[in-house]
C-alpha cells in the first residue's frame, strides 16, 4: 500500500518553496508531507500531495525536474518511544530506513513518510507488526 512522493531539486534562494507552494495551490494541489534539506546551492525538497499524478503534470508543465517514488505512510504511537514501533520491526529485519518526516494536519494521528531501501520487505514487517499503514486514503485526510 505505498504512496506516491514526489522530490523536486530547486535553486535555495528566497521564493523557490513559494512558487512550488503558489503553482500547486492554485491548480488546487494540497501539500499533505513535506521535507526540504538544503545544501549551499540546491534545496531537496519531498512532497506528497492530495493528488500527485495531477501534481507531477503540473510540476512539470511549469518546469520543474520532478523524481518520483514510492513511499510508506506509517501511523506511529503518540507516545514516548512511539517511533520505535516503527523503526525496531525494521531494523530487526536489516531495513534501511533513508528518511522520514511528518504529515501535517492529520488531526489525532501522527502520520510519518517513511522511504525504506525495500519497500515490499518493509511493508510486509510493519503489517506483521500491527504498525497500521496508510495508502491512498492519506490523500483525503
Known amino acids: 500500500m505505498p ?3 514526489i522530490s523536486i531539486s530547486l535553486e535555495n ?3 523557490k518553496l ?3 507552494s503558489e503553482i ?3 491548480n488546487g494541489i494540497n ?3 513535506i521535507s526540504v534539506v538544503d545544501a549551499a546551492d540546491i534545496s531537496s525538497i519531498r512532497i506528497v500531495a492530495n493528488d500527485p499524478d495531477k501534481a507531477m503534470e ?4 511549469n518546469h520543474y525536474i520532478i523524481h518520483p517514488a514510492d513511499v510508506l505512510a506509517a501511523e506511529a504511537p503518540h507516545h514516548p518511544g512511539g517511533l520505535n514501533a516503527i523503526l525496531k520491526p525494521l531494523k530487526e529485519k536489516n531495513i534501511n530506513v533513508s528518511y522520514l518526516y511528518p504529515c501535517l494536519g492529520t488531526k489525532d494521528k501522527t502520520v510519518l513518510i517513511v522511504g525504506v531501501d525495500n519497500l ?3 511493508e510486509e ?3 506483521q507488526n500491527w504498525v497500521k499503514l496508510i495508502g491512498e486514503e492519506l490523500y483525503n485526510l
Do not use: C
Open 13 to 15: 534562494v528566497p521564493g
Open 24 to 26: 500547486l495551490g492554485k
Open 31 to 33: 501539500i499533505i508531507a
Open 58 to 61: 503540473i510540476l512539470k508543465s
Open 125 to 127: 514487517v510493519l503489517k
Open 18 to 20: 513559494s512558487e512550488v
Open 120 to 122: 515490499e520487505e518493509a
Open 3 to 5: 504512496i506516491k512522493q
